[in-house]
């Protein structure tokens, strides 16, 4: 059965700090790409950041200098540090594993409120 859990979600402050975490369970992690993506209400689902297995990335205009994926292969695990949050960086945030010659793979989601 394959898992995706994110944690580390909450409210915070607009400056402040949160770290993202996606525990992955059921695939072989490392032929995976993985992906941070959010949504915040009415809005459609975007890509945030992307990390290749290589441990090459990609961010959205939007969170670039602000926000790092990392990953561990080792441990099944991909991070999401987000640094300066802003009131516009509220959203649900997902993890996401995607690989070209399989299905892709979502968490449930985790919610991030930045607000004074």
């Known amino acids: 059965q394959v898992q995706l859990v994110e944690s580390g979600g909450g409210l915070v402050q607009p400056g402040g700090s949160l770290r993202l975490s996606c525990g992955v369970s059921?695939?072989?992690?490392?032929?995976?790409?993985m992906n941070w993506y959010r949504q915040a209400p009415g809005k459609q689902r975007e890509l945030v950041a992307q990390?290749?297995?290589?441990?090459?990335?990609n961010y959205a205009d939007s969170v670039k200098g602000r926000f790092t994926i990392s990953r561990d292969n080792a441990n099944k695990m991909v991070y999401l540090q987000m640094n300066s949050l802003k009131p516009e960086d509220t959203a649900v945030y997902y993890c996401?594993?995607?690989?070209?010659?399989?299905?892709?793979?979502w968490g449930q989601g985790t919610q991030v409120t930045v607000s004074s």
């Open positions: 990390i290749t297995s290589g441990g090459s990335t």
């Open positions: 059921g695939i072989i992690f490392n032929i995976y790409i």
């Open positions: 996401n594993a995607d690989n070209e010659r399989f299905r892709a793979y």
